[in-house]
């Protein structure tokens, strides 16, 4: 069916359906050579999620980019290498801001860890497990109970030091064209949160910012 698909020049999610048509299991997706360069729109697509926050990271949970109100609410920042899982256990910014930390750690290392499970012999989920579990004895900790879970929503309450609480709720996406990266957006979840976000996004907020972020 490969050789079919070659021969033909069958898209992805054509490869995919002939596998279906065949009545076997379709390969797992990949990204098609055409679909590799997406940066831009994947820019145009977390700017317009302002004044919320929302990122874009690869499998492995590595960062790709992110929009200004995740470098003002979440404390993401250039200059320092970025991966949602260690930094999650590590950032010191993020530990002081977030309240629902406890609660949320969990569910952050069994979902990690549903996606170890699916894929065993890719090497870069056994590099960011192993940097991980040295580098945080809470993730280790978390990590032997084997808890598995899928990826979805969580809710995320954060103590901002301009603006106080916010209530958000994050929710990862994924485009079957692009299999390898996950969206990340965040929503507020009361009216408050709301405005707090906005107020943020503005240029009065942005002259106070603990990081400004480039105009």
């Known amino acids: 069916l490969d050789s079919v698909a070659r021969v033909l020049r069958l898209s992805n999610a054509e490869r995919r359906h002939l596998y279906v048509l ?17 940066c831009d729109g994947l820019r145009r697509l977390i700017d317009t999620w302002m004044p919320n926050p929302a990122h874009i ?12 109100a995740a470098s003002t609410v979440l404390g993401m920042r250039p200059g320092l290498r970025w991966n949602c899982l260690i930094d999650f256990f590590t950032d010191p910014m993020y530990r002081t801001r977030s ?14 860890r549903a996606l170890c499970m699916a894929n065993p012999d890719d090497e870069g989920f056994q590099e960011v497990l192993a940097e991980a579990r040295a580098s945080s004895p809470e993730f280790a900790e978390l990590w032997e109970r084997r808890d598995i879970e899928d990826a979805g929503q969580i809710r995320k309450e954060l103590d901002h030091p301009l603006v106080g609480v916010l ?13 390898d990266l996950s969206i990340v957006l965040h929503t507020p979840l009361d009216e408050a949160t709301a405005a707090k976000l906005q107020w943020l996004a503005s240029p009065e907020a942005r002259r106070g910012a603990m990081y400004p972020v480039a105009g």
């Open 99 to 112: 309240r629902s930390w406890a609660e949320n750690a969990s569910s952050v290392v069994a979902q990690f």
């Open 57 to 68: 990271m690869d499998r492995y949970y590595n960062g790709v980019m992110y929009n200004e």
């Open 22 to 38: 065949a009545g076997l299991n379709p390969p797992a997706a990949e990204v098609a050579p055409d679909k590799r360069e997406m």
């Open 167 to 179: 209530t958000m709720e994050s929710s990862v996406m994924q485009m079957p064209v692009r299999p």
